[in-house]
């Protein structure tokens, strides 16, 4: 069993793979989950300033710990290169409370002056790339990636978006009522402070209300939004002018900075249809409010603490029911991150990432696309020719592992550690600028969509590409130190979970250069369709709560990862046995089989609030952790068989179906 130790700031030095965290009286043929992490589980509660606490969150706060030393030397040294003391600057500035209580309102005080200047429809335009250039959506949302259909490029993306609750549910079902009702009584709540009074912050709530659940109204549902082809339309600039002109999209454009293209792409044009005609739905009075609510909201964690804790008080406490806010200082590093994260990350991976670490987890990815590919020759339900195509993606598909080979140049701005509002607006502007200057050129192919320290993983269909952050390379998910079952069941998984992403409900749809493009014959969609409903079926039986399930359809794409992830990783690990069969052994009463899926369940290991649940069900594509624990387990074709003599029954009272496709 693991030992722990701890060290000088008190953080346990081990947090992977441990018999300690299972709870041996449950039968692991009727509640593998608990079997598996039992323990753990009661004796991890929520921390009071979490919604949940995960394997995520418990190695990203050993992550923040070395974070928060390196922010404090970047702030303590006294020769600093530009990366030190931009992280230097923004900790400090962030810190600061003092100067951020005598400032209040003044950082936001001018944008909200000129908003309260409007005075026609036609003047929102304007102000809506104003706002835009502060990083505040409103009415919609808008960035810079590679064009789904010419992976070569970047394009310009418009989406539907402009609303302050989650999910677009929370608007229109009747059971989140009461989550309304709160939210109301916040605007007014903040806007009180702002110092209106009683009728003016209530006209305000109102329309903040009236605008956004008329956005919710006329929005895609999160399924709908999985739907990659009909998210993808081509409109030319002057479609664009004469389709949206109340908006201003093409004024937006250009205003933000953008050169003449050949065409733009638009996720929703149903949605901006309908955002396009608010000069016939709001008044202007009414439009005013809700642009203010979306520049308090967006910056209330840049104010004084009296907004800033009523922010939290509903966001974090009531919608999400966490019991206090994180520490200032962690709050700080989310920003450092978000704002300036390769600078970050880059002195991050200087200390706590070798070329060891990054050599064997080459060797680990290595070892698992060989497995896939494999499966990819074999698999029976595929016809030659759409395998030939799907064997030519898998030989073009590329790997990043740890951090860039270049970080990200800041220098082109100057931070202050007294100006936190500053120097977030110069952080984004300098973001702003690179994704614009960008749009219609080649893309950067070395460019990463995490942060190095993040602990996470991803598979970018446009780019057919895997990335492994450092941060996620250690225990619980990567252990060198363990027996290749623990391995192949942690990291071993994920990296299988990533490489199925390019054969999931989405990534399918790209092709080896990863473009989106039909390459499958009819017939093969028709029999990955069916097996995915399958999928989708069994999910959305799973209870996370006594009155709440699955949503199969919204968790498709992982659900498939995950059910690939597993099945690739077992098969992966009796190759490596047989060709190392020394290790075949019993450790700590298990063999590599049983510790392969244990294993796998302990990196999802997991406590969450009902509040959390509730909502990340309405909107997150990932099942819940207690769910990505048992059921790609459990329903593996050799569980039962593997875990029969751990049983008092020694059979599984339910009878699971293989649902693995890959």
């Known amino acids: 069993m693991a030992k722990s130790s701890r060290n000088k700031d008190g953080v346990k030095n081990y947090i992977g793979f441990s018999t300690d965290y299972m709870d041996l009286s449950k039968d692991p043929l009727v509640d593998f989950y608990s079997y598996s992490c039992g323990k753990w589980r009661s004796k991890h509660p929520v921390p009071k300033d979490e919604g949940r606490y995960d394997s995520f969150i418990q190695l990203s706060g050993k992550n923040f710990k070395i974070l928060k030393r390196i922010a404090e030397t970047c702030v303590e040294s006294g020769q600093k290169n530009d990366n030190q003391r931009k992280v230097g600057d923004f900790f400090t500035s962030f810190m600061d409370t003092d100067t951020l209580e005598k400032k209040k309102f003044s950082s936001i005080t001018p944008l909200l002056k000129e908003i309260e200047s409007i005075s026609e429809f036609q003047d929102v335009k304007k102000t809506l790339v104003k706002m835009a250039k502060y990083a505040i959506p409103a009415f919609f949302n808008v960035f810079s990636s590679e064009d789904k259909k010419d992976s070569n490029v970047y394009s310009f993306y418009i989406m539907q978006g402009g609303m302050s609750l989650p999910e677009r549910d929370y608007y229109l079902k009747k059971e989140h009522a009461k989550a309304v009702e709160l939210f ?136 999400m029911g966490k019991k206090q806010q994180e520490p200032r200082w962690k709050r700080a590093l989310r920003l450092i991150d978000f704002a300036v994260g390769e600078a970050l990350g880059e002195l991050y991976v200087k200390e706590n990432f070798t070329s060891e670490a990054e050599k064997k987890a080459n060797e680990l990815v290595d070892d698992i696309k060989g497995v896939f590919l494999q499966r990819l020759k074999e698999i029976s339900w595929m016809s030659d020719a759409t395998k030939k195509k799907a064997i030519k993606k898998f030989s073009n598909l590329s790997v990043k592992i740890g951090h860039p080979k270049k970080f990200r140049d800041y220098s082109s701005f100057q931070t202050d550690k007294q100006d936190l509002f500053g120097n977030f607006l110069k952080a984004v502007q300098f973001e702003i600028k690179r994704q614009t200057n960008r749009i219609g050129k080649k893309v950067d192919k070395e460019e990463w969509l995490m942060t190095p320290s993040m602990v996470n993983a991803y598979y970018n269909p446009s780019g057919n590409e895997l990335a492994f952050p450092a941060g996620i390379l250690q225990p619980p998910f990567f252990d060198a130190s363990k027996d290749a079952a623990v391995n192949y069941g942690g990291i071993g998984g994920v990296i299988g979970h990533e490489i199925t992403h390019g054969y999931d409900d989405q990534g399918r749809l790209y092709d080896e250069k990863g473009r989106m493009k039909e390459w499958w014959l009819p017939g093969d969609a028709k029999k990955f369709d069916a097996l995915a409903k399958k999928i989708a079926d069994f999910y959305s039986t799973v209870k996370v709560l006594p009155e709440l399930k699955v949503n199969g359809k919204l968790t498709l794409g992982e659900n498939i990862a995950d059910l690939g992830g597993i099945g690739i990783a077992y098969i992966a690990l009796q190759r490596h046995l047989s060709k190392n069969p020394h290790e075949r052994k019993v450790i700590d009463g298990f063999t590599p089989e049983q510790r392969f899926f244990i294993s796998w369940s302990q990196i999802w290991k997991s406590n969450a609030k009902d509040e959390t649940v509730k909502m990340l069900a309405m909107m997150d594509p990932h099942s819940p952790e207690k769910v990505r624990g048992f059921v790609p387990a459990v329903t593996h074709p050799k569980f039962e068989e593997i875990f029969k003599d751990k049983s008092k029954s020694g059979k599984s009272k339910i009878k699971y179906p293989n649902l693995n496709m890959w």
Do not use: C
């Open 184 to 319: 109301r009584q916040h605007i007014k709540k903040m806007m009180k402070l702002y110092g209106m009074n009683e009728k003016s912050s209530s006209f305000v709530s109102d329309s903040v209300l009236k605008v956004e659940k008329y956005l919710a109204l006329n929005s895609r549902s999160s399924v709908a939004l999985r739907d990659e082809i009909k998210n993808y339309n081509r409109f030319s600039l002057q479609e664009l002018k004469k389709r949206y002109s109340s908006l201003g999209l093409y004024e937006f454009y250009f205003g933000m900075g953008g050169k003449p293209v050949p065409f733009v792409v638009v996720g929703q044009p149903e949605f901006l249809d309908k955002a396009n005609d608010f000069v016939n739905k709001f008044t202007i009075e009414e439009v005013k409010a809700y642009l203010k609510w979306r520049v308090m909201t967006h910056f209330a964690w840049s104010l004084h603490s009296a907004v800033e804790k009523e922010s939290f008080d509903f966001f974090g406490r009531k919608l």
